[in-house]
């Protein structure tokens, strides 16, 4: 079994988006909205076990005393709050604020050099991507993507599997011959339920969780050391042939 793509979540695996953009976005929305509370940034690590922006801002307004009690006045408040954290977080991305991680840039471009196709597969919209990706990657950053799957297309979010399931669809690969990208448990159950096997880098808001049933799990891609099952190929970085090893083991042990 051939390792024939690489899916890359978005928040917290390309980039540290969630505690230097969206959280810090959302308390500016809520400011400027005079929305009368403020999330920590203890408050927005729970909360990130919900997916989606606007399902986050709807489920923390279920215990939110402060919030309207109308459901109807509520999704209009929540619709509102998220639009204008989307229109900030742009802007945050854009003035280059948040840089890929390290690592990122190096196993996209082993990638482009193999000819292994890569995905976006994420929960954020597109909108928030195209930000993202056009500040680091430059205005052709998408023709860098065999596909990309945001929540635009794939409405159900992580951990359904619909997102993955739409990649590996218009990429015409069954799963077991891709490998995704992820930081977080939902990313992961998304991506093991159409039977992709997936690395886990550790991002901030998920780096204690525990995590079980990754290819590999280590502190981040732009280091080869600490990572389980060790990286062999080198302790300066992931690259696409650690990625390809770690693969071809695992398939090698499922076809025994
Ligand atoms: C990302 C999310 C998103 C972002 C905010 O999950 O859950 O909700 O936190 O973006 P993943 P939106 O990394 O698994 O794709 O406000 O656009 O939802
Ligand atoms: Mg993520």
């Given at each position: 079994m051939s390792l024939r793509a690489v899916l890359w979540d978005v928040d917290g695996t390309l980039a540290e988006t969630e505690r230097d953009g969206h959280f810090v976005a959302i308390n500016a929305a809520f400011d400027e909205l005079r929305v009368p509370w403020r999330w920590s940034e203890g408050r927005y690590g729970e909360l990130l076990r919900v997916a989606g922006g606007f399902e986050r801002l709807l489920f923390d307004m279920s215990s939110q005393p402060q919030a309207p009690?109308?459901?109807?006045?509520?999704?209009?408040?929540?619709?509102?709050?998220?639009?204008?954290?989307?229109e900030i977080y742009a802007a945050l991305v854009t003035s280059g604020a948040i840089p890929l991680r390290d690592g990122v840039?190096?196993?996209?471009?082993?990638?482009?050099?193999?000819?292994?196709?890569?995905?976006?597969?994420?929960?954020?919209?597109?909108?928030?991507?195209?930000?993202?990706?056009?500040?680091?990657?430059?205005?052709?950053?998408?023709?860098?993507?065999?596909?990309?799957?945001?929540?635009?297309?794939?409405?159900?979010?992580?951990?359904?599997?619909?997102?993955?399931?739409?990649?590996?669809?218009?990429?015409?690969?069954?799963?077991?011959?891709?490998?995704?990208?992820?930081?977080?448990?939902?990313?992961?159950?998304?991506?093991?339920?159409?039977?992709?096997?997936?690395?886990?880098?550790?991002?901030?808001?998920?780096?204690?969780?525990?995590?079980?049933?990754?290819?590999?799990?280590?502190?981040?891609?732009?280091?080869?050391?600490?990572?389980?099952?060790?990286?062999?190929?080198?302790?300066?970085r992931i690259g696409l042939e650690q990625i390809r090893s770690w693969h071809d083991a695992a398939t090698r042990h499922s076809l025994r």
């Amino acid at each position: 079994m051939s390792l024939r793509a690489v899916l890359w979540d978005v928040d917290g695996t390309l980039a540290e988006t969630e505690r230097d953009g969206h959280f810090v976005a959302i308390n500016a929305a809520f400011d400027e909205l005079r929305v009368p509370w403020r999330w920590s940034e203890g408050r927005y690590g729970e909360l990130l076990r919900v997916a989606g922006g606007f399902e986050r801002l709807l489920f923390d307004m279920s215990s939110q005393p402060q919030a309207p009690t109308d459901p109807g006045a509520r999704r209009m408040l929540a619709a509102q709050i998220h639009r204008r954290k989307n229109e900030i977080y742009a802007a945050l991305v854009t003035s280059g604020a948040i840089p890929l991680r390290d690592g990122v840039r190096e196993l996209m471009d082993d990638c482009s050099d193999a000819r292994v196709p890569m995905g976006i597969v994420t929960t954020t919209s597109r909108a928030n991507v195209a930000a993202l990706l056009e500040a680091n990657l430059g205005p052709g950053w998408e023709r860098r993507f065999g596909t990309v799957v945001t929540a635009d297309e794939a409405p159900s979010k992580k951990p359904d599997p619909q997102a993955y399931a739409m990649a590996l669809e218009r990429l015409g690969i069954p799963g077991c011959e891709a490998v995704a990208i992820e930081d977080s448990p939902a990313g992961l159950e998304a991506a093991a339920a159409t039977d992709i096997l997936v690395v886990i880098t550790r991002s901030r808001y998920f780096n204690k969780e525990p995590i079980t049933g990754a290819l590999a799990i280590g502190p981040g891609l732009g280091s080869g050391v600490g990572w389980v099952p060790a990286a062999a190929h080198s302790r300066d970085r992931i690259g696409l042939e650690q990625i390809r090893s770690w693969h071809d083991a695992a398939t090698r042990h499922s076809l025994r």
